[in-house]
């Protein structure tokens, strides 16, 4: 069964800086991609930003203030946050893109980031 752990959420004033880190457990096929989605008090989850093999992906909103690294060998997805801003609050989930013909997706059950304003 697949699990995915967040963790380094918080709460943090404005121009400050969190990580947050999410490790898979029980992987056996390709990771196709890992990353992070966001969600506001809508219901909708965005994207921030995805990693690949050798590529990533980032939202406008957070493009020179967020970057996403990987540890392959745990399967773990780091988001390093800096200059956090309060529309950055929200609930952070990690995503994992798993497979090769059939595709899998999955979620964590998010960590929570408040910036106040």
């Known amino acids: 069964q697949v699990q995915l752990v967040e963790s380094g959420g918080g709460l943090v004033q404005a121009g400050g800086s969190l990580r947050l880190s999410c490790a898979a457990s029980?992987?056996?096929?390709?990771?196709?991609?890992m990353g992070w989605y966001r969600q506001g008090p809508g219901p909708q989850r965005d994207l921030v930003a995805t990693i690949t093999r050798d590529s990533t992906n980032y939202a406008d909103s957070v493009k020179g203030r967020f970057t996403i690294s990987r540890d392959n060998a745990n399967n773990t997805v780091y988001l390093q946050m800096n200059n956090l801003k309060p529309e950055d609050t929200a609930v952070y989930f990690c995503?994992?893109?798993?497979?090769?013909?059939?595709?899998?997706?999955?979620w964590g059950k998010g960590t929570l980031v408040t910036v106040p304003s």
């Open positions: 995503y994992l893109k798993l497979g090769d013909i059939l595709v899998r997706h999955h």
């Open positions: 029980g992987v056996i096929s390709s990771i196709n991609a």
